[in-house]
C-alpha cells in the first residue's frame, strides 16, 4: 500500500515540477536525478539503489538504527532530499520530525517528496545553519540525525552535555570525498570521532568514503 | 551630521595609486559635501587580533588563493574556510569612535568604480542600512545554496548609520569559530545570517538591497560599478 502512496507522489512531484509556472520548476532536473536513483520492492517500499551515493548512505544508516528500537520525536540536520526516508522513519515509528536545511527551497519540495507519509508523520523544519542557529534546534527528540558532517564545523562545539532534554540516540555521519562544500573532511573513523561530542558508542563503521558514528552523550 | 565615504586599507593588494584612483573618482562623482575617510586596519583591538588568529587557524588553502581553488580543483574560494574580507566587520562596531552618531557612512571597495553622482545615496530612508546584491535574478543560485556559494549579498557597498550595523559585529563575535570555519566569506556569512532566508525574525531582511542600476557588477551604467570575484588582472583591466 505504501508502494503505491509512494508513487503516486513521485508521479505527482514530477508531473508538478516540469511545468514552467511550478515555483521549483529550476530543480527539475536535480529531483529527476533523485528520484532516478530508486529500486521498488523492499518491502513494499521504494527505496534508493545501494552506491547511489548520498541517499544510500542515508538508508545505511536507517537500517543500522533499526535495530536501536523506536523512536517516537525525531530531528535530522541536513537531510537533503528525502522522498526514500519518509518509509524508514515510519518503520522506526517516529510520529514527529524535525528537519533543518540551509538550503531554504529543499524543505518545501521535501514536503511534495513526503506527500505519501504525512498522515502518519508530522512533518516540521526550520531554514537554519545547524551549527551557528543550534540554539535554535529542538532539544526534546529521542533521536537526531547529522547527516553530511563535512558541511559543518565541528559537531563538539555544539553539542554538549545538557544540550538535548531527553538523551536522544545520536547520528552522526562524515567522510573524506572531495566535493564543493564539504570543508570538514576526515579520512578515518578516529579523526572523524575527534570532531564530535564525547559518547557512549553504540555503533562505528566506514562504508563508501563514509564513517558513521551512532550513540548517546556520555 | 555629516556624509562619509569610507574604504578600508589591509593587506599588500591594494596600495597609494589605488586609493588615490578612489578618491579621484569620487571627487568627480559627488554634487554633495563629503569626507572621505580611510580606515587602515591597524585601527587593532583585542577581537581584531582574535579574528587574525583564526583566519591563519581556519584557513586550509596555501597563501596563493587562485592557485589553491584553479578550475581543476573544482573548489571555490568558500571551501577554503577562513573569512575572506572579515577586516570590514570591525569597521561596524568601531563606527561609533569614528564618527559621529549623525553621520552617514558609505563603504566602498577600493576596486569600485564610480559613474555617477554619490549624492543618491546620502538621500535615502536610512531606518534599515543598505547593502549591494550580486546581481542574480534567476534561480540558478539557489541549486547551489547549499554549498554556500553565490550569496546574494555583496558588501562592496554598505550604507549605514553609525550603530546600526553592531548586531551583526555582536553576532559574528559569537559565532566567529563556526563563521571562520564554515562560511569562507563574509558576503556569504552575511546573506545567511541576515538575508530573506534567516531564520530569525529580528535578523530577517536585515538590509535593504541597492537595485542593480545603483550598485552593479561590471555595469558602467549603474552609479558604482564593483568587480567582486573578478580576477586582479581583470579589475586591473576594467578600471583603467
Not at chain 2, 95 to 103: K, Q, S, Y
Not at chain 2, 161 to 168: A, N
Not at chain 2, 195 to 209: E, I, L, M
Amino acid at each position: 500500500m505504501l508502494e503505491i502512496k509512494q508513487y503516486k507522489t513521485a508521479l505527482d512531484v514530477l508531473n508538478g515540477i516540469c511545468k514552467k509556472d511550478d515555483p521549483h520548476h529550476y530543480r527539475e532536473k536535480q529531483v529527476r536525478a533523485y528520484l532516478r536513483d530508486g529500486i521498488g520492492h523492499a518491502d513494499d517500499t521504494i527505496v534508493a539503489k545501494e552506491g547511489s551515493g548520498h541517499h544510500y548512505n542515508k538508508l545505511w544508516c536507517y537500517e543500522i538504527l533499526q535495530s536501536a528500537g523506536t523512536f517516537k520525536k525525531a530531528a535530522i540536520a541536513l537531510p537533503g532530499y528525502s522522498f526514500y526516508d519518509g518509509a524508514y522513519w515510519k518503520q522506526l515509528g517516529i510520529n514527529e520530525m524535525w528537519c533543518y536545511e540551509i538550503d531554504p527551497d529543499i524543505r518545501w519540495v521535501n514536503m511534495r517528496l513526503l506527500k505519501y507519509i504525512l498522515d502518519d508523520i508530522e512533518i516540521k523544519g526550520k531554514t537554519c545553519d545547524p551549527i551557528i542557529d543550534h540554539r535554535f534546534l529542538t532539544r526534546d527528540v529521542d533521536l537526531a540525525i547529522y547527516f553530511e558532517c563535512e558541511r559543518m564545523a565541528n559537531l563538539n562545539t555544539v553539542i554538549y552535555d545538557g544540550f538535548y532534554t531527553n538523551k536522544p540516540v545520536l547520528v552522526f555521519q562524515g567522510g573524506w570525498e572531495k566535493k564543493r562544500g564539504y570543508i570538514n573532511l576526515c579520512k578515518t573513523l578516529e579523526d572523524f570521532k575527534k570532531t564530535l561530542p564525547k559518547l557512549d558508542i553504540m555503533h562505528e563503521e566506514t562504508r563508501n568514503e563514509k564513517h558513521m558514528v551512532i550513540g548517546c552523550l556520555e | 551630521m555629516a556624509n562619509k565615504i569610507i574604504y578600508l586599507q589591509w593587506g599588500d593588494r591594494y596600495g597609494q595609486e589605488d586609493i588615490d584612483k578612489l578618491y579621484d573618482r569620487v571627487n568627480k562623482n559627488c554634487s554633495v559635501d563629503f569626507e572621505f575617510t580611510t580606515i587602515h586596519e591597524c585601527y587593532a583591538s583585542r577581537e581584531n587580533d582574535e579574528f587574525t588568529y583564526l583566519q591563519k587557524e581556519y584557513y586550509r588553502g596555501s597563501m596563493d588563493v587562485n592557485e589553491t581553488i584553479g578550475s581543476d580543483n573544482g573548489i571555490l574560494r568558500e571551501d577554503l574556510g577562513g573569512c575572506a574580507h572579515c577586516q570590514k566587520i570591525n569597521m561596524f562596531f568601531y563606527d561609533n569612535e569614528l564618527f559621529d552618531e549623525r553621520d552617514t557612512l558609505l563603504y566602498i571597495d577600493l576596486d569600485s568604480k564610480i559613474n555617477k553622482d554619490l549624492a543618491y545615496f546620502f538621500d535615502l530612508d536610512m531606518q534599515k542600512p543598505w547593502i549591494a546584491g550580486s546581481g542574480e535574478s534567476d534561480n540558478e543560485w539557489r541549486l547551489l545554496f547549499g554549498t554556500r556559494q553565490n550569496p546574494l549579498y555583496n558588501s562592496s557597498v554598505i550604507l549605514w548609520k553609525v550603530h546600526q550595523l553592531r548586531k551583526i559585529w555582536h553576532d559574528f563575535y559569537y559565532h566567529r569559530k563556526s563563521i571562520f570555519f564554515q562560511y569562507g566569506m563574509i558576503d556569504n556569512w552575511l546573506w545567511h545570517r541576515f538575508g530573506p532566508y534567516s531564520y530569525d525574525g529580528v535578523y530577517k531582511n536585515y538590509f535593504n538591497v541597492f537595485d542593480s542600476d545603483v550598485v552593479g557588477i561590471n555595469n558602467d551604467e549603474s552609479i558604482i560599478s564593483t568587480y567582486s570575484g573578478f580576477t586582479m588582472e581583470e579589475k586591473k583591466e576594467c578600471l583603467k
